[in-house]
C-alpha cells in the first residue's frame, strides 16, 4: 500500500507517561497495524501447518494487518484432528503460525483460554465463579457453576472467579508452563467482554468489604436485601458495588495485565460488561477494546438493515459506549483503541461491505483506530463451499461472496488509521462520569449487580443525566472525554489547560448534575482549579455516596462544594452550554447538521496540523461553508480516492474563515488545518461550488445487455434489458445465482461538450460494482453512495461502450444450497444459528435483489 506521508514501514513511538510504559512492551504503530485485523476462529483447533501458512498468505495477499486467535468448538466429522489447548501440539502449530506471520507481515494475538469467559481445566470450588446467598441470617459463598461457554478442546471447566487475585495467578500458571516458554510469542493477549452471569462474590468478599467500607456488611443484611431504593439501601448498594468494581479492577484487570506484561505481551481487554468502573478497567489495558454489535439503524438513504435482528433483545451500537474504550487510552497516551467489529450485523451470508463502512466509520469518529473483523473462521482449503463457518460472525474469509473485494475496505481502513493512529486527540472538554449516582439505581442484570455492557446503553447510559449531556454536546459540536474519580487523581495543570498523564490537554473539567459524589473527589476538582483548571458543574451534589459516616462526609461534600464555587476558575451553571460558550471552549457547529466528527493533531513530519475525520452518518447534510474550530488552509483528503485537494476559503458574516464542504450520505473524509495561507474563492467560484457543479445528466437511452459469468450455480444466460432491474427477475434460476453478472450499454456524448470529468452514479447496486470504459478501468463502487468519477479522456464522441461488472450476496445460492446440502450444519456446541438464534434455514428465505438496479446517472462536472 502507497501513502502520501509513509514510505516503507513507519515505525512511531507514541511517548505517553512513562511510568506507565516502562512496566509493559512497547506498543509500536505500524504499517501492520494501520491494516485491519481480524477474529479467526480455530474450531477445534483442528488446524495444521499447511492450511495455516495457506490461509495466512491470502490474508496477507488481501491486506490484512494481523490475526487474532480464538480456540472455540470444533467441527463433527474431524475429532481425530483435533488438538487440546495449549498441549504440545497446539503449541508447535501456534509457533508455526506466528513465525509465518512474521515472514508474511501478519501480527498474531490471542485469547488467553479458549471460548469466553476465561476459565476451564484446574478451576474447582476454590477458584471458580462465585455468588453470595443468605443463610441462617448471615452471607455465605456459593458456586455460579458456570461453564466456559463455546470451548475448545481442552478448554472445558469452571468459569474462573475474576474478583480473586488468587484465582487469577492460578489460572494464568497453566500458560507459565507452556505458552510463556515458547520463543514464538503472540503481540498480545485478550480477555472477552465480561460475560461472567451472575457472580456476585469472591471468599474473601466481606474482608475486603470491611476493610475497603468501614464496617461489617452482614450488619447491614436487612438493606443490602431490601429493593425498594430507600436511602439506607442506595448506600448500602453504592458500597457493595464499589468494592466489587475494585475487586474486579485489582484481582483481574491488574493482575492479568502485569501477567501480560512481565510476559513480554500487550493486553487487549473488552471492559464492557463489567460491573466495575468502565474508565479504570479499560485503562489497565495496553490496547483498550470496545464492540460494534449489531447495526446502527443509520438513515443513510439504500443503506439495508436486516428487518430479522431484534433491536430489543440486542441494542445497537452506540458511539457514547465506544468512547469509554478511547477515554482511557486518550487520557493515558495508548496509541491503540480496538474494536470487536461487525457482530451480527446482518444475517449470515447477507452482509453487503456497504453496510460495514458506516459501522467502521462511526467507529472512527468515537476514537477507534485499530479495527478487528469480527470475523474469519480457519477452514481447510479441501472443505467443500461455505466451509467452515462459526455461528455469530459475518464471514470476511476466502469463502465469503465480498472476499474478492474486501482489499477495497481493507485499503480504506488502511488508509483511515494510518492518520488516526499517528496523531493525538485534540479534545477539549473532560466529562466526569459519576458512577455512584449509576449505583443509586436498581439494577437490572443477573446477581442484583450493574454490569456496563454496550448493546443496551439506553438501560443504564443515556437515562443518567451525564449520558443525556453527553449526547447533547455531541449534538453541539463539542470534542470530549470522560474521567473517573480515580483517572482524576493523576491530572495536573499547564499554562495549556489540564494536562492528563498521557499528555492530552482539556481546556475544561465538566461535572454533570450529580446527587452522590465523593468528597475525595471534590476534594482533588479543589486541587486542580487552585492550580488553575477550569471546571464547571451543571450544579453542585448535596450528598456523598456510602453508608459508613454518611452524614459527615456528606456535610464535607456541602462545604467543599460551597469552597469550590469561591474560587475563580470555577462555574457553577444552570445552562452548561452557554458556560462553555463564556469560557470560549472550541465548538464545531456543523455538527448540528448530522455530521460526525473526530478532532486530533497531527505528529511527525505534520506536527502543528489539526486533522478532522467527518463522516457523514445521516441524511440531512449534502454540501454547505462550514466554519472549523481550527484555522489556518484547509484540505481535504478522500481515504477511498487517496486524493488530495484544497479546499476553498470564504469570510463568514462573523469574520471567520469558512470552507465548501460536500459531503453526501454515507461519505466521509479527512480535513487538514495547517499553517499555510487559505485559498480565498472568488465570487464566481463561490457560486459554482454552491450549485454543485454539476451540468446536466446526459441520458443513457439504449438498451442493457446482461450476462451471467462466473458464480453458484453456473449459469450462463444473457438477457436484453430495456431497463435495469434485478436479475433474479430473469428466470428461475436466476433467482438463485451468486456471482458476477456483466451489464453492457453503449451511448454518445452531446455535441459540444468539454467538460474536465464526469460523475457515474450508479444508484441502488447489489452489492459491488467494478466498472470499465471504453475497455479502460474507471473504479470499483463498493460502499454508498455508489459514486465514480471519470475522466473526460476515457470518453469519445460516439459509440462509448460501459461495462459493469456486478457481484452479488451468497444468499440466494444458499436458498438452494441449504436444500441440496444441509450436511454443512455440521458443528458442536451451538452449531449454526440464524440472527434470531433459532436453528439455521436458507430455504425459506425469498430471493434478494441482485445486480444494477439503478438509476443510473451520468453527469458532466463543470
Same mark, same amino acid.
Given at each position: 500500500? %502507497?501513502?502520501?506521508?509513509? &514510505? ?7 511517548? #505517553? ?83 509465518? #506471520? ?46 466456559? @461457554? ?6 472445558? /471447566? ?94 483481574? &484487570?491488574?493482575?492479568? #495485565? ?14 464492557? /460488561? ?26 443513510? +438513504? ?31 497516551? %495508548? ?21 460495514? *463502512? ?36 459475518? !464471514? ?92 482524576? %487523581? ?54 456523598? +455516596?456510602?453508608?459508613?459516616?454518611? @452524614? ?8 467543599? #462544594? ?31 447538521? /448530522?455530521?460526525?466528527?473526530?478532532? *486530533? ?14 463522516? !457523514? ?125 456483466? $451489464? ?80 454443512? *450444519? ?10 434470531? $438464534? ?25
Amino acid at each position: 500500500m %502507497k501513502h502520501s506521508f509513509i &514510505a516503507g514501514l513507519l515505525l512511531v513511538f507514541l511517548a #505517553g507517561n512513562l511510568a506507565d510504559l516502562k512496566a509493559q512492551p512497547k506498543l509500536l504503530v505500524t504499517s501492520q497495524t494501520a491494516k485491519p485485523w481480524t477474529y479467526w476462529w480455530w474450531m477445534g483447533s483442528a488446524v495444521n501447518e499447511a492450511d495455516i501458512t495457506h490461509q495466512l498468505e491470502q490474508f496477507a495477499q488481501a491486506g490484512l494487518g494481523g490475526v487474532h486467535i480464538i480456540p472455540i468448538y470444533g467441527v463433527k466429522g474431524y475429532e481425530n484432528q483435533f488438538i487440546p489447548f495449549l498441549s504440545d501440539r497446539w503449541l508447535a502449530v501456534f509457533a508455526h503460525t506466528v513465525r509465518e #506471520g512474521k515472514r508474511l507481515g501478519v501480527g498474531v494475538d490471542l485469547t488467553t483460554g479458549t471460548g469466553w469467559p476465561f476459565g476451564g481445566p484446574g478451576i474447582t470450588t476454590p477458584t471458580a465463579a462465585k455468588v453470595w446467598k443468605v443463610e441462617n441470617g448471615k452471607l455465605i459463598t456459593a458456586l455460579t457453576n458456570q461453564q466456559v @461457554k463455546r470451548p475448545a478442546p481442552g478448554g472445558q /471447566g469452571l468459569v474462573v472467579d475474576y474478583f480473586s487475585k488468587q484465582a487469577i495467578q492460578y489460572y494464568l500458571q497453566r500458560f507459565d508452563s507452556t505458552l510463556n516458554r515458547l520463543p514464538e510469542k503472540p503481540r498480545a493477549v485478550y480477555n472477552d467482554s465480561y460475560e461472567v452471569y451472575g457472580a456476585n462474590w469472591t471468599d474473601n468478599f466481606l474482608t475486603e468489604f470491611r476493610t475497603r467500607r468501614g464496617y461489617d456488611l452482614n450488619s447491614q443484611l436487612a438493606a443490602l436485601l431490601d429493593t425498594s431504593q430507600t436511602p439506607e439501601s442506595i448506600l448500602i448498594h453504592q458500597d457493595y458495588h464499589q468494592t466489587l468494581s475494585e475487586l474486579l479492577h485489582d484481582g483481574f &484487570a491488574t493482575t492479568w #495485565g502485569n501477567w501480560a506484561s512481565k510476559a513480554g505481551y500487550l493486553s487487549r481487554n473488552q471492559a464492557h /460488561g463489567s460491573p466495575g468502573n468502565l474508565l479504570d478497567l479499560y485503562a489497565q489495558a495496553s490496547i483498550p477494546e470496545t464492540e460494534s454489535f449489531g447495526s446502527s439503524r443509520f438513515p443513510i +438513504p439504500g443503506l439495508r438493515v436486516d428487518a430479522n435482528y431484534e433491536v430489543d433483545r440486542f441494542g445497537t451500537p452506540n458511539p457514547l459506549a465506544m468512547k469509554f474504550a478511547s477515554s482511557a487510552a486518550h487520557l493515558l497516551g %495508548k496509541p491503540l483503541i480496538s474494536s470487536e467489529t461487525g457482530t451480527w450485523l446482518a444475517n449470515h451470508f447477507q452482509v453487503s461491505l456497504s453496510q460495514v *463502512k458506516p459501522q467502521v466509520d462511526e467507529l472512527f469518529s468515537a476514537g477507534i483506530n485499530h479495527i478487528f473483523y469480527h470475523g474469519i473462521p480457519y477452514s481447510p482449503q479441501a472443505e467443500a463451499w461455505p466451509g467452515w463457518v462459526f455461528y455469530a460472525s459475518t !464471514n470476511y474469509g476466502p469463502s465469503s461472496h465480498f472476499w474478492p473485494h474486501l482489499p477495497q475496505l481493507n485499503q480504506y481502513i488502511e488508509r483511515c488509521q494510518s492518520r488516526l493512529q499517528t496523531s493525538k486527540p485534540d479534545n477539549d472538554v473532560l466529562v466526569y462520569f459519576p458512577i455512584h449516582d449509576l449505583w443509586a439505581t436498581r439494577a437490572k442484570s443477573a446477581g442484583g449487580i450493574h454490569q456496563l455492557e454496550v448493546h443496551h446503553v439506553e438501560q443504564w447510559l443515556l437515562p443518567q443525566p451525564f449520558g443525556q449531556l453527553c449526547e447533547q454536546l455531541t449534538q453541539h459540536g463539542y470534542s470530549f472525554d470522560y474521567v473517573s474519580d480515580e483517572l482524576l %487523581k493523576r491530572l495536573t495543570v499547564t499554562k495549556q489547560g489540564v494536562r492528563s498523564p498521557g499528555g492530552a490537554t482539556y481546556q475544561v473539567i465538566l461535572v454533570p448534575h450529580s446527587t452522590y459524589f465523593p468528597e475525595t473527589t471534590l476534594r482533588q476538582l479543589e486541587r486542580l482549579a487552585r492550580l488553575g483548571a477550569r471546571i464547571v458543574f451543571n450544579g453542585l451534589p448535596q450528598q456523598a +455516596p456510602g453508608f459508613h459516616n454518611h @452524614k459527615t462526609r456528606s456535610a464535607d461534600v456541602i462545604q467543599l #462544594g460551597n469552597a469550590l464555587k469561591q474560587l475563580k476558575t470555577v462555574t457553577v451553571s444552570t445552562d452548561v452550554f452557554h458556560s462553555l460558550a463564556q469560557l470560549g471552549i472550541r465548538v464545531e457547529p456543523w455538527a448540528s447538521e /448530522g455530521l460526525s466528527f473526530i478532532r *486530533k493533531q497531527r505528529t511527525g513530519l505534520s506536527k502543528g496540523t489539526t486533522q478532522y475525520f467527518i463522516t !457523514n452518518l445521516g441524511n440531512r447534510f449534502h454540501q454547505n461553508w462550514i466554519t472549523l474550530a481550527a484555522t489556518g488552509r484547509v484540505s481535504r483528503y478522500n481515504p477511498l480516492t487517496n486524493q488530495t485537494e484544497v479546499l476553498p476559503v470564504r469570510t463568514g458574516q462573523n469574520g471567520r474563515n469558512e470552507v465548501f464542504l460536500q459531503l453526501e450520505p454515507g461519505q466521509s473524509c479527512f480535513l487538514n488545518a495547517s499553517s499555510g495561507t487559505p485559498v480565498f474563492a472568488d465570487a464566481a467560484t463561490q457560486k459554482r461550488l454552491e450549485t454543485r457543479a454539476e451540468g446536466q445528466p446526459i441520458e443513457l437511452k439504449n438498451p442493457w445487455q446482461i450476462q451471467l459469468l462466473n458464480g453458484r450455480p453456473a449459469l450462463t444466460a444473457t438477457a436484453t434489458l430495456p431497463s435495469l432491474t434485478s436479475w433474479t427477475s430473469l428466470s428461475d434460476s436466476a433467482s438463485y445465482f451468486s456471482g458476477t453478472a456483466r $451489464y453492457t450499454t453503449t451511448f454518445d456524448l452531446p455535441a459540444g461538450t468539454n467538460p474536465s470529468a464526469y460523475k457515474l452514479e450508479l444508484g441502488d447496486v447489489r452489492e459491488v460494482a467494478d466498472v470499465r470504459l471504453n475497455g479502460q478501468p474507471v473504479g470499483i463502487a463498493w460502499c454508498i453512495p455508489f459514486q465514480l468519477l471519470i475522466p473526460a479522456s476515457l470518453l469519445k464522441p460516439t459509440g462509448n461502450r460501459l461495462e459493469i461488472d456486478v457481484t452479488n450476496l451468497s444468499a440466494n445460492y444458499m436458498r438452494l444450497y441449504d436444500r441440496q446440502n444441509p450436511g454443512w *450444519k455440521k458443528f458442536y456446541d451451538i452449531n449454526i444459528v440464524d440472527i434470531r $438464534y433459532r436453528p439455521f434455514d436458507a430455504t425459506r428465505w425469498e430471493a434478494m435483489p441482485s445486480g444494477l438496479l439503478g438509476p443510473i446517472k451520468l453527469t458532466r462536472m463543470e
